[in-house]
């Protein structure tokens, strides 16, 4: 806590606060006992200033540690009407605003936490540290509106006033928050404007190594997401180097023998290192991925997930959360891949659980978990339970505004359909709907898909040129930004499109490629697919040694997938296949504690 000016006969104020502090610091802290410590001091009629930050840290620990809202939410009333007729007693009367906008936020009163900050940031100019911390945390909410325009707005005011109070360092976070948001809105001209200039600031800037390279891994992470958003895989990986070099260089500072700054708008910190070596591993898991190395992505994803464990133990900031969920995510598309099965449905549990504490998560999230679900039934030949999740996913999508999450599941139900054999009408309008000429997309490899999905159509319509023709404009861009899972599943269609015509040399050309790259991947079912070919392959061509090697090598692949089909549909977690609306059943979630792939 902090200390109070020194007062003639404070002893006692002191002795009260020393003691307070004791039982807040103790371990486990003894909050109740710092509270009554705090409380007491007013028994005792201090002075205004004593009485102005008691109010502010008994609102502080009310808010932080009990269910007690309402009272810290006086208190902080208190604390904020006292500090305006009091001198020189910024850092009483802001943290009191502060921490009564985060009140209203939690309350979901939106409109009385945007009032409260306006007018503490319109008294605030004189205050550096605390104007730009009122800034942030005003563009903060409005993010979480998805008012991006006037949350880019306060930022550039944020940068603005850096300037003026002389500080290179804030000023660029100001401008990476910025970048940040505009790259969530998809405004890609003024993205690359804004992180030009904040790449200039980096390269100029003279200030300690470890606030440099906090700077660079923000700038490198924006770079990198930028590009895995546009589906560039392979472009990236430049960037993603620069990251992953930039956050061991990082790791390696030592805060303590930085100078420190003499400028109070310097006083800020983007993320901890911890925090920031997991999100390298979370977008390092992304490419991974996407890219279509799956063993590479499991190795990151169980580093990231031990150190969040780690850290929660610490401190369970929300963030780490969010970092757990979307690794999950990943690693489930992963797992299904794999033909992991039985564990990708107890990671889809995991990240229910995840969502089921945080409410917060569950709104920004629930199409991800619907999506991840139909992905899970199509593995299952689950289709219509794919069909369901799918279509939830795609009614949250667009409630939330996620185009290309939006665009991912429509191309997955159109397979649902295509693989039904019976949807023709409800084919037809999905595919108009993502047609790769027309669709509205910056992401190469979402194209890619759509051509591949309009390969797969003309193939279960026997309509083989048209097939070829499509499927070789997926290769192409697939092999543009070397988009292996893409790039295997063309060719081996490809092949079965040969294999259809006659042509056995042609499909031998295609099926042998797509075995190697699968094996390499590993993608179970593009194998089993492969083998299956390989074998009739080997057959037509009079091999028996090799027709009996693809025969037993698709044996292989079928029985370890139709064992892992029945140790997934044995599991209770299975059944929120079934789960299309409302919260969470979360009597089929795995319990916090229970074992898992990680461990």
Request: proline share 3%.
């Amino acid at each position: 806590m902090a200390s109070v000016p020194a007062v003639q006969n404070d002893a006692w104020y002191l002795s009260l606060l020393g003691v307070a502090e004791s039982f807040r610091t103790a371990s486990p802290p003894k909050i109740k006992h710092c509270i009554h410590c705090l409380q007491a001091i007013f028994q005792l009629k201090p002075p205004q200033r004593i009485e102005a930050r008691t109010h502010v840290q008994l609102g502080s620990l009310l808010f932080t540690h009990t269910k007690n809202i309402d009272l810290a939410r006086s208190h902080l009333d208190k604390a904020w009407t006292m500090s305006q007729s009091i001198t020189s007693f910024d850092d009483v009367k802001f943290e009191a605003a502060s921490l009564l906008a985060r009140i209203y936020e939690q309350q979901n009163q939106l409109h009385l936490a945007k009032q409260m900050l306006r007018k503490a940031i319109g008294i605030s100019q004189q205050s550096a540290y605390w104007h730009c911390r009122l800034l942030f945390q005003l563009a903060q909410i409005h993010t979480q509106e998805k008012d991006f325009i006037s949350a880019c707005d306060l930022l550039g005011v944020g940068s603005d006033y850096a300037v003026v109070a002389g500080s290179e360092y804030t000023r660029c976070l100001f401008l990476l928050s910025k970048g940040m948001l505009l790259l969530i809105d998809k405004k890609w001209v003024e993205t690359h404007a804004v992180l030009s200039t904040c790449g200039t600031i980096i390269d100029s800037y003279q200030g300690s190594p470890s606030n440099k390279e906090s700077l660079k891994v923000f700038f490198l992470v924006l770079q990198v997401c930028h590009y895995l958003m546009s589906g560039q895989v392979k472009s990236v990986k430049g960037a993603l180097k620069q990251l992953q070099q930039s956050i061991q260089s990082i790791t390696m500072l030592h805060s303590d023998d930085d100078s420190t700054s003499n400028t109070a708008a310097d006083m800020f910190h983007w993320l901890p290192k911890e925090h920031m070596c997991v999100l390298v591993y979370l977008v390092t898991v992304m490419h991974s991925m996407q890219a279509g190395y799956m063993d590479k992505a499991q190795k990151y994803t169980d580093k990231a997930l031990l150190q969040i464990e780690k850290l929660k133990i610490l401190d369970s900031h929300p963030i780490l959360s969010s970092f757990q969920l979307m690794l999950l995510e990943h690693i489930i598309m992963c797992r299904l891949v794999m033909g992991q099965k039985s564990l990708a449905v107890q990671e889809i549990s995991q990240a229910c659980q995840v969502c089921v504490s945080n409410q917060r998560l569950f709104n920004t999230h629930g199409a991800q978990l619907h999506t991840l679900l139909g992905l899970y039934s199509m593995s299952m030949n689950c289709m219509d339970s794919a069909e369901a999740q799918f279509n939830t996913a795609l009614s949250v999508s667009t409630l939330t505004q996620q185009t290309e999450l939006w665009q991912f599941v429509s191309l997955n139900l159109s397979i649902v359909y295509l693989r039904s054999g019976n949807r023709q009408q409800e084919l037809l309008q999905l595919l108009e709907r993502i047609n790769p000429e027309t669709i509205q997309t910056n992401s190469h490899s979402l194209r890619a898909a759509a051509f591949y999905v309009r390969g797969l159509q003309a193939f279960f319509q026997a309509r083989y040129n048209e097939a070829k023709r499509f499927l070789r404009e997926t290769l192409k861009m697939s092999n543009e930004e070397d988009l292996n899972r893409l790039t295997a599943c063309s060719l081996v269609l490809l092949g079965h499109i040969f294999l259809s015509l006659g042509n056995t040399r042609e499909s031998m050309n295609m099926v042998l490629p797509a075995m190697q790259l699968a094996g390499k991947i590993p993608d179970m079912y593009v194998q089993l697919w492969a083998s299956a070919l390989l074998r009739d392959l080997y057959h037509l061509a009079g091999d028996p040694v090799r027709e009996s090697d693809g025969y037993r090598m698709h044996s292989s692949f079928s029985q370890q997938l139709l064992k892992d089909h029945i140790d997934s549909s044995q599991q209770p977690e299975h059944s929120l296949i079934q789960w299309t609306e409302g919260p969470c059943p979360t009597h089929l979630l795995q319990q916090e504690g229970a074992s898992t792939s990680i461990l």
